[in-house]
Every structure is written in C-alpha cells, then in structure tokens.
C-alpha cells in the first residue's frame, strides 16, 4: 500500500490500541466482555428465532457454520506462535455463544 496520512494514522491508531491492550487487566476485561457479548449473542438469537418458529432451522445451521468456521480459525494456527488477541477474543465470543445455547436447552427442558 501507498504510505498516505490516512494509512499512517490507522497504523498509528492499531500501534496504540495493541500497546494499551498489552496490560493484563486490560487484556482480561476485554476477553470478559468478549465472552459475555457471546453469551448474549446467543440468547438473542434463540430467543428471535424461537418467536417466530419458523427460522429454527435456519438459524440453528448458521449458529453451528459459525463456530466452526472460527473453530477453523482458531486451532489451525500453529501451537508455537502465541495466539493474536482477536483470535482470542474470537474464541470466548464462541465459547459464550455455546455456553448460552447450553443454558437456553437446560431452561427449556426443565
């Protein structure tokens, strides 16, 4: 890419944001949140997809083509290099995504 203000300033601005996220606290709220945004992605989604009762098919296959195209993402890097931390924060998205369709089954089996 050509070297313009405009790609300086995102290179500045994505410098910045993976030097402030090298704190560890900072590091682990952001992967908290990540994870509960996925635990609320999900109850959102069955909870939509459960009024209308037609498109639980539907979204029940894109729920599974979702994690397991970031199941693909994630575990097909190699075990040396340390994972990026979107690939992590990809990873407790899906992990919350899958804990709040377990919960969701237990309430409506119970």
Avoid: H
């Avoid at 509960?36 to 209308?52: D, K, P």
């Avoid at 729920?63 to 075990?79: A, G, M, N, P």
């Avoid at 690939?87 to 377990?102: A, D, P, R, T």
């Amino acid at each position: 890419m050509q070297n313009t203000r405009l790609n300086n300033l995102f290179d500045t601005i994505v410098q910045r944001l993976g030097q402030w996220f090298l704190n560890p606290w900072r590091r682990i709220s952001l992967l908290l949140m990540s994870f509960l945004f996925g635990f609320f992605l999900g109850t959102a989604f069955i909870t939509v997809a459960g009024q209308q009762a037609v498109l639980d098919i539907f979204v029940a296959a894109m729920l599974v083509i979702i994690t397991e195209v970031s199941s693909r993402i994630i575990y097909s890097r190699t075990s040396q290099k340390p994972r990026t931390l979107w690939v992590e924060s990809l990873n407790f998205l899906k992990v919350g995504l899958i804990y709040s369709l377990f919960v969701e089954a237990f309430k409506l089996g119970s």
